[in-house]
T-cell receptor
Framework: NAGVTQTPKFQVLKTGQSMTLQCAQDMNHNSMYWYRQDPGMGLRLIYYSASEGTTDKGEVPNGYNVSRLNKREFSLRLESAAPSQTSVYFC??????????????FGPGTRLTVT | KQEVTQIPAALSVPEGENLVLNCSFTDSAIYNLQWFRQDPGKGLTSLLLIQSSQREQTSGRLNASLDKSSGRSTLYIAASQPGDSATYLCAVTNNAGNMLTFGGGTRLMVKP
């Protein structure tokens, strides 16, 4: 039982390049989330998917797109990377729909640097 | 807009001490509050989840309390161990259930 997995673990991009961060969970959870973590700012929600086929914006969605490919997978795409998107990205999943009332389980993170 | 604050930002204690981590939030209309642990370079692990109708939750040496009306939660760690060294984050879910807001975390170091 792998839980929540993320690929890649590390990535360096140049400004303007695009990439997709992959996330998969094997717990049959309904909801999935993408967060970014910056020093001193805690985690901020980028996008979430309360159920297969739905996605909603979080606190900081600009510059990102997401796809809920199926119940297991939720990807995050940067179309034109900017240095401000240098961060650690975490994917999470939860049994419930949305944020109620279940725990969230987190992946190990992707460390992205944009130069 | 909900704001979550954790004080102190960093804490160093000798092994065996009991300690308290603090979390405060500005909007008391919350659905639940979670405490997480994050080890360096790793993801988050959920420690305790307190529903808004609850006052506290316990798991082993950990006890989390919630005072929704005053916008505060505390995480009590009994008999701290070096293995407890990590960053501890609290997060609140709003009543609508569509937003989870994190605090900046408290970095704990327990010295042998």
């Amino acid at each position: 039982n792998a839980g929540v997995t993320q690929t890649p673990k590390f990535q360096v991009l140049k400004t303007g390049q695009s990439m997709t961060l992959q996330c998969a969970q094997d717990m049959n959870h309904n909801s999935m989330y993408w967060y970014r973590q910056d020093p001193g700012m805690g985690l901020r929600l980028i996008y979430y998917s309360a159920s297969e086929g739905t996605t909603d914006k979080g606190e900081v969605p600009n510059g990102y797109n997401v796809s809920r490919l199926n119940k297991r997978e939720f990807s995050l795409r940067l179309e034109s990377a900017a240095p401000s998107q240098t961060s650690v990205y975490f994917c999470a999943s939860s049994e419930g729909q949305g944020f109620l009332p279940y725990e969230q389980y987190f992946g190990p993170g992707t460390r992205l640097t944009v130069t | 807009k909900q704001e979550v604050t954790q004080i102190p930002a960093a804490l160093s204690v000798p092994e065996g001490e009991n300690l308290v981590l603090n979390c405060s939030f500005t909007d008391s209309a919350i659905y639940n509050l979670q405490w997480f642990r994050q080890d360096p370079g790793k993801g988050l692990t959920s420690l305790l989840l307190i529903q808004s109708s609850q006052r506290e939750q316990t798991s082993g040496r950990l006890n989390a309390s919630l005072d929704k009306s005053s916008g505060r939660s505390t995480l009590y760690i009994a008999a701290s161990q070096p293995g407890d060294s990590a960053t501890y984050l609290c997060a609140v879910t709003n009543n609508a259930g569509n937003m989870l807001t994190f605090g900046g975390g408290t970095r704990l170091m327990v010295k042998p």
